[in-house]
């Protein structure tokens, strides 16, 4: 199986220092922890910029967009190496 697309900046790739938010998966995957999506939460998703009822701006709407790429893409490698992992 290929390895995760790198990715400079996005969070969809966990870096050495945020190995402590997740856990090996099957294959070695790191795989988020309650920890990893609440930081996701607060800092991306919900960040104190955006207000309920109020039109996101078009930055908030180009990174949400962005993150959900990473977020997604990274959710179908993990999902695969489980599979495989159980199907072995």
């Known amino acids: 199986m290929p390895s995760p697309p ?11 220092s945020a190995s402590a ?7 070695g995957t790191r795989f988020p922890t ?3 999506s609440y ?4 800092t991306k998703v919900y960040p104190v ?4 009822r109020a039109k996101p701006t ?3 709407l180009a990174m949400a967009l962005t993150e959900a790429e990473a977020r997604l893409t990274l959710s179908g490698y993990r999902l ?9």
Do not use: M, Q, V, W
């Open 34 to 36: 309650p920890r990893e």
């Open 21 to 27: 938010n997740t856990t090996a998966g099957p294959l």
């Open 80 to 88: 695969g190496e489980a599979l495989n992992a159980i199907l072995r």
């Open 39 to 42: 930081k996701l939460a607060t």
């Open 49 to 52: 910029t955006l207000f309920r």
């Open 6 to 16: 790198a990715s400079s900046k996005s969070t969809a790739s966990p870096s050495s």
């Open 58 to 60: 078009d930055a908030y």
